[in-house]
T-cell receptor, first 112, second 113 residues
Framework: ETGVTQTPRHLVMGMTNKKSLKCEQHLGHNAMYWYKQSAKKPLELMFVYSLEERVENNSVPSRFSPECPNSSHLFLHLHTLQPEDSALYLC???????????FGPGTRLTVL | DQQVKQNSPSLSVQEGRISILNCDYT??????FLWYKKYPAEGPTFLISISSIKDKNEDGRFTVFLNKSAKHLSLHIVPSQPGDSAVYFCAASPDTGRRALTFGSGTRLQVQP
């Protein structure tokens, strides 16, 4: 596989569930990102990892917990979410200092 | 308050004509700008970028213009093709901490055959 992949592509969960989103990049990049896109809103940066270290946390609620075990994989662990967390969650990667970020297809999350 | 604004949520043009998508920003620390294109059910795809040391960058049918004094950039697509129909996002970042991209809300372009 090439590029940035995300699984699952669609997820429906209840507010008491715990689930994880997975992102994998095959581009040899060393920075990875989680973005959230809600309906009719711009993409919002959630987390940035560089060389597996979290370098940015954009005031995201603690019910979202990222994990970056290595430079190719990024997870977003979800627990006790709210219906307003329903959105498209996009993963991206890049190779600084190049700033072009390459995006995965996203996970469409619905919280009931 | 949005630091990157795309004030036109949609644009419709005829095939073969020019498409002009606009973007305004408020943060004077931004000095690197990118355009992304997004099809339904796919992630955004990088299209073209420009650094603040330039006022124009061209790649095939796509040209990005930057007016720093007006804090405005635009993407020109000429000639427009039906396959260009997508949502276009403008993004910006400062030189320091270049990893953080701030996105606009997007413009949906429809190219009519």
């Amino acid at each position: 596989e090439t590029g940035v992949t995300q699984t699952p592509r669609h997820l429906v969960m209840g507010m008491t569930n715990k689930k994880s989103l997975k992102c994998e990049q095959h581009l040899g990049h060393n920075a990875m990102y989680w973005y959230k896109q809600s309906a009719k809103k711009p993409l919002e940066l959630m987390f940035v990892y560089s060389l597996e270290e979290r370098v940015e946390n954009n005031s995201v609620p603690s019910r979202f917990s990222p994990e970056c075990p290595n430079s190719s994989h990024l997870f977003l662990h979800l627990h006790t979410l709210q219906p307003e967390d329903s959105a498209l969650y996009l993963c991206a990667s890049s190779h600084p200092p190049d700033n072009e970020q390459f995006f995965g297809p996203g996970t469409r999350l619905t919280v009931l | 308050d949005q630091q990157v604004k795309q004030n036109s949520p949609s644009l419709s043009v005829q095939e073969g004509r020019i498409s002009i998508l606009n973007c305004d920003y408020t943060n004077s620390m931004f000095d690197y700008f990118l355009w992304y294109k997004k099809y339904p059910a796919e992630g955004p795809t990088f299209l073209i970028s420009i650094s603040s040391i330039k006022d124009k960058n061209e790649d095939g049918r796509f040209t990005v213009f930057l007016n720093k004094s007006a804090k405005h950039l635009s993407l020109h697509i000429v000639p427009s093709q039906p396959g260009d129909s997508a949502v276009y996002f403008c993004a910006a970042s400062p030189d320091t901490g270049r990893r953080a991209l701030t996105f606009g809300s997007g413009t949906r372009l429809q190219v009519q055959p």
